[in-house]
């Protein structure tokens, strides 16, 4: 009754008052284009549609890198991974951290003002470069929980909603019982945990925790779920999975948790409104990197790095509902809030380029959701690992339908993490891999596995990317193009891998490329 209470005080308080600007941020994991809103008929997802009538919907968003914890860093951040300093993993073994000096969104926000919180997935570090003034993430909670349970996580974003409103209230009571002051603006980031593979970590709850909150013995129950089950037979094959009984039927674990995430999002928005804050907040919906099959997460391919994104403003009605086909990147969102907060980006440098500025290469979407951009083609991806093992260190360039992939470690086979290896999809493709049986896949193993140093494709004809165009005379004109693009871009954003895998980067006096004379 107290909360409620303040509530209506509160709301009756900010009735005619200034324009306030708030932010929900919902990544979502390892998730991918299986929803009614990029054109998938099977899995039902009524509430990403609905958001989706009121959001300019972005058909060519792409993360600038196809791993976890890199990718939830470069959002945080507006920096690419090689930038940060998030270069694999954050957890366990792995043990990547962003650079002490990186001025992060929390961070940036909380010096502003910004009341901060965080649900869910958070998987970067250190914590104090990170910070939030409301935390409930695997640092001190079961991911299950916090990322799954979508009631725990509706009860969550209540509590912050709760919270935010009580202090408000107890900041704007004068001394003399007079109303003063106004509510600060808050950042609040969920990152559910659907929908990740689980077979690795927890494979009693099936292929992608399907079976997680179900109802069934020994699965626990969440009481805002309501399971979506589909079949083998009913999922729609991306192009770039296998089309095999075992590859549909791990589809059909994925959609269920897909529709898990999707009544998850519906319960969070569904809080924001209740707390009075839909018309006032900028929600910004996307995924950290491709779907957990071969050819996808880890790796730079278009399928791969390819994302849902969803902005909603309630200040940018007029093409809600439109889609764009601007380019855009993950690298975007910090800027796009910082500039919803009429934030300005501070003048600082970075260990590997002290004697250089940091600046942000994204931009900020806001424009796009008045008028549809006209020069906004090009997006850049860079890859480090993944899991401490999985050194593969790639650097790509979209520009257009033109996509540019430099391999600096091409002699070494593409490695595989440890979720999808023990996934049914891919122990099928081994199995029928090893036997000489038939994969039903559009390439081999063994092309999977070794790949040519420069990969060029044009998507607009080769959707797949299975023709590479590096050796076409009619070609070399773009060839040449992108990689200068590509490399400018990496002096840019002080990429230390930016001479490999054929020179060495000396940058004690002036940064220079020295050659090794290795035969590459």
């Not at 939030?132 to 916090?146: G, I, K, P, R």
């Not at 109303?179 to 992608?208: N, T, W």
């Not at 940018?316 to 809030?337: C, F, K, M, N």
Request: one cysteine or more.
């Amino acid at each position: 009754m107290l909360f409620e209470s303040l509530f209506l005080i509160l709301a009756s308080c900010c009735i005619g008052e200034s324009k306030r600007r708030n932010v929900l941020l919902i990544i979502a994991d390892d998730a991918g284009f299986e929803t009614e809103v990029y054109n998938n008929s099977v899995v039902r997802t009524p509430h990403l549609r609905a958001l989706a009538q009121r959001s300019v919907v972005f058909t060519n968003a792409f993360t600038s890198v196809s791993s976890c914890s890199p990718s939830r860093s470069t959002i945080l951040t507006g920096l690419p991974q090689h930038q940060n300093g998030m270069y694999g993993l954050h957890q366990g073994v792995h043990h990547f951290n962003s650079f002490d000096e990186v001025q992060s969104l929390p961070l940036l926000l909380k010096q502003a003002n910004v009341h901060t919180g965080i649900i869910g997935k958070k998987h970067i570090g250190p914590g104090p470069i990170y910070p939030f003034d409301f935390a409930y993430t695997e640092e001190n909670s079961s991911v299950l929980q916090v990322g799954r349970n979508i009631t725990r996580i509706k009860l969550l974003v209540r509590k912050f909603f709760q919270m935010h409103k009580e202090e408000a209230f107890e900041q704007r009571q004068g001394i003399d019982g007079e109303i003063k002051g106004e509510e600060r603006p808050f950042f609040l980031y969920v990152a559910f945990h659907d929908v990740h593979r689980c077979g690795h970590s927890q494979p009693q709850y099936g292929a992608f925790c399907e079976k997680f909150g179900n109802g069934e013995t020994g699965m626990g129950r969440i009481p805002d779920w309501t399971p979506e089950y589909y079949t083998p037979e009913q999922v729609k094959v991306p192009p770039f999975v296998p089309d095999t009984p075992a590859a549909r039927a791990d589809l059909a674990a994925q959609y269920t948790t897909v529709s898990r995430l999707d009544q998850g999002i519906g319960l969070v928005l569904q809080e924001l409104r209740d707390a009075g804050y839909e018309n006032e907040t900028l929600i910004i919906y996307s995924s950290d990197n491709g779907i957990p099959f071969p050819n996808g997460r880890t790796n730079l391919y278009h399928s791969g790095t390819a994302e849902p994104m969803l902005v909603s403003s309630p200040e940018h009605r007029e093409r809600w509902g439109d889609t764009s086909q601007a380019y855009v990147s993950l690298l975007d969102i910090t800027p796009t809030i910082l500039d919803w907060f009429s934030v300005s980006y501070p003048s600082y440098s970075l260990p590997g380029s002290p004697g250089t500025l940091v600046h942000l290469t994204g931009h900020s979407l806001l424009p796009a959701l008045v008028s549809e951009p006209s020069s906004w083609h090009t997006v850049y991806s860079s890859q480090s690992l993944h899991e401490v093992t999985m050194y593969y260190p790639i650097r790509s360039v979209h520009q257009g339908t033109y996509h540019l992939l430099h391999n600096l470690h091409y002699r070494m086979p593409f490695p595989i993490d440890q979720d999808l290896y023990v996934s049914p999809t891919f122990q099928d493709l081994l199995n029928r891999t090893r036997l000489s049986q038939p994969t039903h896949w559009f390439k081999s193993l063994e092309q999977y596995y070794y790949r040519e140093r420069w990969e060029l494709y044009d998507t607009s004809i080769d959707p797949l990317e299975s023709k590479n165009l590096i050796s076409d005379p009619s070609f070399r004109a773009v060839l040449e193009n992108l990689r200068q693009r590509l490399q400018k871009w990496q002096w840019e954003t002080g990429d230390p891998w930016v001479c490999g895998p054929d020179y060495v980067l000396e940058d004690k006096l002036e940064p220079h490329c020295r050659p090794l004379y290795n035969g590459l």
